[in-house]
């Protein structure tokens, strides 16, 4: 891939490679900028609100990404043709895809992100290892590349066991074998490798020692072409079930404000490394006596972004469209201060009392919590479809308090007002763990929602006559009790016999 410099420029219209929330995010920014925008949207989309609050929409193809929000040559197409000067990939999809930003730095478009150099050198995951290992950042004991099966087996006593095999091209934990004693290594290289290379087309593999009762915390970072850095302090995002992320916050219990500075410091380093332009973030991992290491640094502008705008008061997709028309960060280290606490809870699709199955269906009804303290970033809306098509984030609820005990309780109120009908949503994981002990006391790791959290655990009296109370009154409504809102709630079970007025009383 030839080296490619920033394409940054002034531009006034701007496509928005993207659906859902994340697409009326920066739709958003844009308005606040004056910047016209363009949305794509595919058969199931063309009544999405993406496409209702975009100056402008083309229709892309049919429901599967792949024919549709994944095609570069039709987006970069449409771009062209609806003389659009950027284009923002806003998260998955494209977003970290390096041929993307180079197909777009070739079109003569504005790719609202890093180089493309950047995404492929992060996107490398033992390249990116070795990248800011050179930068001086701390990473965890591990293998260096260019090492065969043999070489890994010889180098394993070293590093120590447990130990972790890992996919070079991986990343999200695709890939990744954890070896507990040398005679398991041999089989997991085997199949670390197959996996890899069937899932990416590159069975490169490396080994890191395992960081045990670790957690997942990450840095805001944003960088601008003339090569000023900040960060925006952290997120603590170990509260997560097979490597998706169900609930953010900011800032993190077990991060002093000299803990901050230092992985602050060390983030933008990192940044550093690659030359890196935009919003990034680097995910760390501190264990318990609050080592850090690097894991891998996000190329994009994350789902859990809003926690650190709460926070901080800086409007990070505002920044990302600043940056890549070319203008300096207008902010210094020393105005960034986290004020209060910012808690977010992924709201999905999904029963999380059948194993998280996901929920596909059309949403009838949804009333949105409000309120002080309370943002929702959402982009469904009554008559949505879920479809399996798309990923099953139906909003992000974020709420902010001066502290994070006043979080919690409007995050607690938050969920009790959230009315949703037509799909099952893991509303009530997040009711249970707004009364988990473990996590009102900040005692947690990235093991945590998946080792010691249970759905069906009740912990007060009050809550087993709560389920006790739901269970009754659902089961005289024909309703399953895991959907039951709140015990007491108004019968809401025969809503379709119900004239729209009455709906909208509710
Ligand atoms: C680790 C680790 C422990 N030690 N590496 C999972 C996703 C990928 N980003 C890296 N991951 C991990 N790497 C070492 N050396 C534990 C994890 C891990 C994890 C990390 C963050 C959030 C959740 C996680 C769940 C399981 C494992």
Known sequence: MTQVTSTARKFDRLLVANRGEI??????????????????????????????????????????????????DKLIGIAKKAKAEAIHPGYGFLAERAEFAQACEEADLVFV???????????DKLEARQKVQSAGVP???????????????????????????????????????????????????????REAEAAFGNGTIYMEKMIAESRHI?????????????????RECSLQRRHQKVIEES?????DQELRQRMGDVAIAAAQSVNYINAGTIEFLVDREKNFFFLEMNTRVQVEHPVTELVTGVDIVQEQL??????????????IQLRGWAIECRINAEDPYNDYLPSTGT????????????????????????????????????????????????????????????????????????????????????????KRFSMSERKTPYALEAAILATLTAHRQ????????????????????????????R
């Open 322 to 335: 600043r940056i890549a028309r070319g203008r300096k960060l207008r902010y210094k280290q020393d105005d």
């Open 113 to 123: 992100g890093p180089t493309a150099e950047s995404i492929r050198v992060m996107g």
């Open 23 to 72: 697409a009326l995010r920066v739709i958003r920014a844009c308005h606040k900028l004056g910047i016209s925008t363009i949305a794509v949207y595919s058969d199931v989309d063309r009544n999405a609100l993406h496409v209702r609050y975009a100056d402008e929409a083309y229709y892309i193809g049919p429901p599967p990404a792949r024919e549709s929000y994944l095609n570069i």
């Open 478 to 505: 024909g309703q399953e009790a895991s959907q039951m809102v709140a015990p007491g709630a108004r019968d809401t079970s025969n809503w379709k016999w119900l004239s729209r007025w009455e709906r909208l009383q």
């Open 363 to 450: 949403i009838t009804t949804i009333r949105l919590p409000t309120g002080p303290g309370v943002r929702v970033d959402s982009g469904v809306y009554p008559g949505y479809e879920v479809t399996p098509y798309y990923d099953p984030l139906i909003s992000k609820l974020i709420c902010y308090g001066e502290t994070r005990g006043e979080a919690v309780l409007r995050m607690r109120r938050a969920l009790e007002e959230y009315r949703i009908m037509g799909v099952k949503t893991n509303i009530p994981f997040h009711q249970h763990m707004m009364d988990s002990h473990r996590f009102l006391t900040g005692q947690f790791d990235t093991m945590f929602v998946e």
């Open 139 to 193: 990473v965890v004991p591990g293998t260096e590349p260019g090492l065969n099966d043999d070489d890994l087996i010889a180098i394993a006593p070293e590093i120590g066991f447990p130990l972790l095999v890992k996919a070079a091209a991986g990343g999200g934990g695709k890939g990744m074998r954890p070896v507990s004693e040398p005679a398991g290594l041999p089989d997991a290289l085997v199949s670390a490798r």
């Open 251 to 255: 800032p993190s219990f077990v991060v």
């Open 218 to 234: 990450e840095i805001q970072v944003l960088g601008d072409i003339f090569g000023n850095y900040i960060h925006l302090g952290e």
